[in-house]
């Protein structure tokens, strides 16, 4: 493969409201609205430049949030920070921060809509 093998991600969700809310406070920035007839969904913030892939929140009629064997990492700073602040908006954290060798750390968390989400970072 040439290219960073995820090119889109999706976090179904069943409150909206709900679910921006949770992201917006724990990752601190504003997502952002796409038009689509058959689903609502709200675009993290992207760069067509930057490293990584780029994705959204989605609610669909039919598609149910929470675990389902596919698990999204984000990029952070510090995962610490990330996870707390996750706990502090309403989700929960699976695993605390904890060492990858190498590759840095990661942690674990819920978010309000079950969905977990893995933070990455190098320090």
């Known amino acids: 493969m040439k290219k960073n093998p995820v090119g889109w991600f999706e976090i179904y969700v069943q409150d909206m409201e709900r679910a921006k809310a949770f992201y917006e406070a724990v990752f601190q920035g ?18 067509e430049e930057g490293y990584g892939a780029a994705g959204a929140l989605a609610k669909m009629e039919g598609c149910s949030s929470g675990g389902g064997g596919t ?15 996750a706990a502090e908006h309403g989700g929960r954290v699976f695993k605390e921060k904890m060492a990858i060798g190498k590759y840095g750390f990661i942690a674990l968390v819920f978010d309000t809509e079950g969905n977990m989400i893995g933070l990455h970072s190098m320090h």
């Open 30 to 47: 504003k997502l952002e609205p796409i038009e689509s007839p058959d689903l609502e969904m709200w675009t993290f913030p992207m760069s």
């Open 71 to 85: 698990l999204v990492y984000f990029m952070c700073e510090d995962c610490a920070v990330e996870a707390a602040r």
